[in-house]
T-cell receptor, first 113, second 113 residues
């Protein structure tokens, strides 16, 4: 059974720092890995989707990498801002006939001015 | 563009009552799904649908029923509510979960007394 772990569980940094959030998964047979952002009391917003054949995706100040062989993905946030404060979740979509993703428990990020 | 709309936003039930959580999307997505989010557990898939008339079980389907009569709507029914079903419920949709990002609603916060 796929297991997804996110480290750290919580992070508090001053504005302007470059950040790395980690996501590890136990089964490398995945279709894709997705990173989401969740604001308090809200649903999830998709940030980046990395296909199994890709190594990284970029959107603005965000860059996500995928290393299937080691079972790891990282989300890099450049020049963090207070507006980046949220919980970040990763989800692994396993290969096979099902469409059942496995979510990590998230990293709660606070960026203070 | 409304995206994914969930109603109600909040609901309190008594043990044994039944209710239906509504989910509608206006993006013509074939794939729709229901998750529950509990503290310390991450998101877990309840049921999903790959198109009108087709549904399947996710990771935690017991106590819930779904049907998909149209592309737009995917209601979730609690047959006999139990305190263990107290949670935040999210509906999501996508063109294809294998290579397209999922779009989430803002959730329904359900308390069962």
């Amino acid at each position: 059974k796929q297991e997804v772990t996110q480290i750290p569980a919580a992070l508090s940094v001053p504005e302007g720092e470059n950040l790395v959030l980690n996501c590890s998964f136990t089964d490398s047979a995945i279709y894709n890995l997705q990173w989401f952002r969740q604001d308090p009391g809200k649903g999830l917003t998709s940030l980046l989707l990395i296909q199994s054949s890709q190594r990284e995706q970029t959107s603005g100040r965000l860059n996500a990498s995928l290393d299937k062989s080691s079972g790891r993905s990282t989300l890099y946030i450049a020049a963090s801002q207070p507006g980046d404060s949220a919980t970040y979740l990763c989800a692994a979509y396993s290969s096979g006939g099902s469409y059942i993703p496995t979510f990590g428990r998230g990293t709660s990020l606070i960026v203070h001015p | 563009n409304a995206g994914v709309t969930q109603t109600p936003k909040f609901q309190v039930l008594k043990t044994g009552q039944s209710m239906t959580l509504q989910c509608a999307q206006d993006m013509n997505h074939e794939y729709m799904s229901w998750y529950r989010q509990d503290p310390g557990m991450g998101l877990r898939l309840i049921h999903y649908s790959v198109g009108a008339g087709i549904t399947d079980q996710g990771e935690v389907p017991n106590g819930y029923n779904v049907s998909r009569s149209t592309t737009e709507d995917f209601p979730l029914r609690l047959l006999s509510a139990a305190p263990s079903q107290t949670s935040v419920y999210f509906c999501a949709s996508s063109y294809s979960p294998r290579n397209q990002p999922q779009h989430f609603g803002d959730g329904t916060r359900l308390s069962i007394l």
